[in-house]
C-alpha cells in the first residue's frame, strides 16, 4: 500500500475541494492507496471523523506564512515522515513554492499541482498575491493535475495541455445516488410545500463567485411571468444576510426559500425542474454534474467550461441582461426523460468509481 499526502487548507464539508477528494477516497481501493490530509485552517463541521473511519489521518499545521518559523516547521515535519509517502498532492497550488522544495528535500521524489478554478482568486489582492506565487509551479511540480481542460489550461498553460501533461481528473460523482425517482420527488415537494409550483434551484455557498445578486434579479423576472414560481437556494456562506436582504426588498420572501446547508442534496435536486448556476468563475463544479445526474435541464453561465454541458442544458453569457436569461429559462425543455439521465453523465466520465481506479493507477504509477 502507499501513502498520498493531500495539502488543503481545511477539511470542511463546505469545501468543493474537500467534497471532490471524499468522493475519490472513498472509492478508491484502500488496500492500494490510503489518504492523509495536512490543513491549517479550522471548520465547525468537517470531514475529520471519516477520514479516520476509512483509515486516514489528518495533520494540523500553523496558517502558512514567509517567516523563518513556518519554514522550520514544515521542515521538521516532512523530516519525521520521511519515507512514508510516495507523493505529496497539492490542492492550494500558491503553496506550492514553500511544500514541493521542502518535501523533495525530504525525500518524497512526486509532487502533484491540482488546479480547481479558472482564476487564482475573487479578491484582486489575493489573486495577484497567487499568480505571482505560482510562477515557479511547473518547474517545481513533476505532475500536473485539473479538473478540467479550462482550468488546466488557466494554470498550467495551452502548450502543457496539449502535449497531454496535464492529467483531467474529472469532478466524478456517485452517478446512481442521484438517478430520478419520481416517488421521492413527490414526496419532497409535498414536505417543503411546494407541489404546483414551477420549482427553480440553485446549490452552492453565498460568495461572490456563486453570483446570487444575479440570481435574485434574474428570479425575480421570471416570477413576474410565472406567479406560482419558487426559488430553492441551498448553502450558506458570507453572504448569506445580504442576499436575504435583497430577497425582502423586491418582495420575494414568499417565493425565495432558503435551506440552508443540507445532507439530503440527492433528494433535493429531485424535486426541482430547473437548475440555474449563473457562476462569475469555476473549474468544474460538482454541482452541476449531480444536477445533470437527476435529469434536470441546467442553465449555466458561459462563464462555466463547456466541458459540464452532459445533457439537458443552455449555456448563456452573463453579459446578457436579466430580462434574457428569464426568457430562456422559461423556454428550457422541461419534458426530458429524466430518469435515463445518469447514464448519460456516467457514460461521459463522471462516475466515481470508474474515476477512482483511473486515479488509483496514476499513483501507483508513481511508486514504481
Given amino acids: 500500500m502507499i501513502k498520498i499526502l493531500h495539502l488543503v487548507s481545511s477539511l470542511s464539508i463546505k469545501s468543493g475541494v474537500m ?38 489521518h489528518t495533520i494540523k499545521i500553523s ?15 516532512f523530516e519525521k515522515q520521511k519515507g512514508i509517502y510516495t507523493a505529496l498532492h497539492i490542492h492550494e497550488i500558491y503553496l506550492t513554492f514553500i511544500f514541493a522544495t521542502i518535501a523533495k528535500k525530504n525525500g518524497i521524489k512526486n509532487v502533484i499541482t491540482h488546479c480547481h478554478a479558472t482564476q487564482y482568486s475573487d479578491k484582486k489582492i489575493n489573486a495577484l498575491r497567487n499568480r505571482i506565487l505560482c510562477i515557479p509551479l511547473k518547474k517545481q511540480a513533476n505532475y500536473y493535475f485539473s479538473c478540467s481542460k479550462a482550468a488546466g489550461s488557466f494554470l498550467y498553460g495551452e502548450k502543457y495541455l496539449k502535449t497531454e501533461k496535464v492529467k483531467i481528473i474529472n469532478n466524478a460523482i456517485d452517478c446512481e445516488k442521484y438517478k430520478f425517482d419520481p416517488n421521492i420527488r413527490s414526496v419532497m415537494r409535498k414536505k417543503l410545500g411546494i407541489e404546483k409550483n414551477l420549482v427553480i434551484g440553485h446549490i452552492g455557498r453565498f460568495n461572490k463567485q456563486k453570483n446570487h445578486s444575479f440570481l435574485i434579479d434574474l428570479f425575480y423576472l421570471i416570477q413576474k411571468k410565472e406567479k406560482n414560481a419558487k ?46 448556476l449563473p457562476s462569475l468563475f469555476e473549474g468544474l463544479p460538482v454541482v452541476g454534474v449531480e444536477a445533470q445526474a437527476s435529469g434536470l435541464p441546467v442553465v449555466f453561465s458561459n462563464s462555466i467550461t463547456q466541458e459540464i454541458c452532459l445533457f439537458n442544458y443552455k449555456y448563456l453569457d452573463l453579459n446578457q441582461s436579466p430580462e434574457y436569461w428569464a426568457q430562456e429559462v422559461l423556454s428550457i425543455d422541461r419534458n426530458c426523460n429524466r430518469i435515463q439521465a445518469f447514464l448519460n453523465v456516467k457514460e461521459k466520465g463522471f462516475d466515481i468509481k470508474e474515476e477512482a481506479k483511473k486515479l488509483e493507477n496514476i499513483y501507483l504509477e508513481m511508486d514504481i
Fill in 19 to 56: 467534497s471532490v477528494i471524499m468522493n475519490y477516497y472513498r472509492n478508491i481501493d484502500k488496500n492500494k492507496v490510503q489518504f492523509d490530509f495536512c490543513y491549517f485552517m479550522d471548520g465547525e463541521d468537517t470531514y475529520e471523523a471519516e477520514i479516520n473511519s476509512l483509515g486516514g
Fill in 63 to 77: 496558517r502558512p506564512s514567509l517567516s523563518i518559523k513556518f519554514f522550520n516547521e514544515i521542515n521538521g515535519f
Fill in 231 to 276: 426559488l430553492l437556494l441551498v448553502g450558506d456562506g458570507p453572504l448569506f444576510q445580504t442576499i436575504q436582504e435583497k430577497v425582502k426588498k423586491l418582495n420575494l420572501n414568499n417565493n425565495v426559500i432558503f435551506l440552508g446547508r443540507r445532507k439530503d442534496i440527492p433528494d433535493i435536486l429531485q424535486a426541482m425542474d430547473i437548475f440555474l
